[in-house]
C-alpha cells in the first residue's frame, strides 16, 4: 500500500454530507457522458454501505492531483472538473466521519489522517491506494459507510436526471422546464445551483458562460443570479414555443397588481412571448391607458372573441412596428381600430325614424347651416348614423365625418340644437376647407366660420333692437292719442 499525500485538512465547514455525495455522482455522470456506457447505479448493499457506480474508464491514483482536467473543459455538456470537486467531496466526508472506500480495475483506496513526509507535526488526509482486488472491474465505485438514506436522497435531489421535471422547450442555451411547487430551480448541465421563489419556470442551463464557470469554481448549491440571469434570458428569447409562451403571457395579468413573475419585469422577454402570442391571431395587446381611453372598442374586441392582453407602456413601446414569429403584426389598438374601420359599415337612420324631440334638431339643419352661407355644392346629404368610425388618431367614436360626399353625424349628436350644430359645423368646415384636423389650414376655416356666424349674430340682434324700440315708440304713440282723445270727450 502507498499514501498520497491529498495536502487537505478539515475544510468546506459549510458543506453537509450530501454535497459531498453530489459531487460523486456529479463525477460519475461526466464519465458516463464521456465514456458514452451505461447508466450509472446508485444502491445499499446488504451491509447498509452506500455504492455509487459508473461503468467508465475507471480512477487512477493521478486523478487525486488537483488540476482541472482539459478533456472536461473542452466538453460543454459536463457538470464539474476532475480533480477540484473530488478533493472537497473527500475531505467533507473525511470531517463528518463517513468512511470512503474507491475501487476501479487500477487501485482500492481507503482513506486515513497521518503526519506529511518529514513534517510530524502536519496531519492531512492520505489516499491509501492498494492493489486492485479485481483487475477486471469496470468502472469506478464508491463505497460510502455511515451514510444514510436521506442523505442520498438530498444529494440526488440536486440532480434534473432524478427528477420528474417535465421540459416544455430545449434550445441551444438550455432547456424550460414546468414548476411543480413553489419554488423553481436553476440546473446548470442538470445539477441545481440555485433557488428562485419568483419565477415562473425551472430552467437548465447547457451552454456555459465564463461567468457561470468562475461561479461554479467551488460554489454550486448558491450561485448568485448574476452569474446566470443573462442564460435564462437567452434561453427565453431563442423559445419559439407556444406554452411556454402561453403561460409568461398570462402572466401579463398581475401586471396591474404588482404580482408580475421575474422573467415578464424583463422587457426584452416580454416583448418576445408577445410575438409569438400574437401569432395565434385571437389577441390584443393594450395598456391600462389604452382601456381607460376606448372602452367601446374593448367591448367590441372582447364581443369578437379577442384575448384581451395588458402589458406595459415599455413594452408596447417596443412592439411598435414590429411582426410576430409568422411576419403578421402585433395586434395592438391601432392596429384593431384600423381593421374595424376597414370592414366599419354605418347604421343609417331615416329621419322619420327619430323621436320627436330628435326630429325637431334635424329639422333645424337649414337653418344651422345659413349660418355659414349654406352647404358646399360638394356636400350631397346631412345623414344621421347609429354607429360612427373612431375619430383620426383616438380611440373614441367620432360625432361627426365628411366623407367627401356627405356629412355623417352620429345620432347621439341630436340631443339638443348646440350639440347637433357644434358638430355639423365643424364637419361643414371640413368640407369647404377640405382640410383635416388639427391643422393650421382647418384652425383658418374655422375661424373664418366663427366670424360669419358672429356677423349674423350681431346683424339679428341689432334688428332685434330695432323692432323693439319701434314697438315702444308705437305703444307711446297709441297712448298719446287716447290720452288726446280722452280730453277731447272731457271738455265737450
Known sequence: MKKFDLNIDRMLENWESYHAIREIIANALDEQILTNTQEITISRDENGQWRIRDF????????FTMNESQEKLDHQG?????????????ATFDRLGIETTIRSKFCNVTFDRTEKHDFSDVITLHACISEPT???????????KNCTDKEIEQAKSLFLKFSDDEMLDKNQYGEVLRNKGKLSYIYINGIRVAEEDNFIFSYNITSLTTTIKKALNRER?????SAYSDRVKAILLSSTSEVVAKALINDLSNFGNGMLHDEMKWTDVSVHVSKITNASGNVLFLTN???MNAPRFIEEARSNGRQIITIPSTVKEKLIGQVDINGNSIQDLSNFIAEWNNCFEFKFI?????????????????????????????VLAVRISETMRP??????????????KEIIIKRSELISVERYAATLLHEICHASSGETDVTIGFELALTSFIGKI??????????????????????????VNLFKKLLRIFLK
Open 134 to 144: 479485481e483487475p477486471e472491474f469496470v468502472g469506478t465505485e464508491f463505497i460510502l
Open 221 to 225: 448549491t448558491n450561485v448568485g443570479r
Open 289 to 291: 391607458e389604452d382601456i
Open 78 to 90: 459536463l457538470i464539474g472538473k476532475f480533480g477540484v470537486g473530488l478533493k472537497d467531496a473527500l
Open 350 to 378: 331615416n329621419p322619420e325614424k327619430l323621436t320627436h324631440s330628435e326630429k325637431a334638431v334635424f329639422d333645424m339643419t337649414n337653418i344651422i347651416v345659413s349660418l355659414v352661407d349654406g352647404l358646399p355644392k360638394k
Open 454 to 479: 358672429a356677423k349674423k349674430a350681431i346683424h339679428n340682434n341689432f334688428n332685434n333692437y330695432k323692432l323693439q324700440e319701434y314697438s315702444k315708440i308705437s305703444q307711446n304713440k297709441n297712448k
Open 56 to 63: 467508465g474508464r475507471g480512477i487512477r491514483h493521478e486523478h
Open 391 to 404: 375619430d383620426t388618431g383616438s380611440f373614441s367614436e367620432a360625432r361627426g365625418l365628411w366623407t367627401g
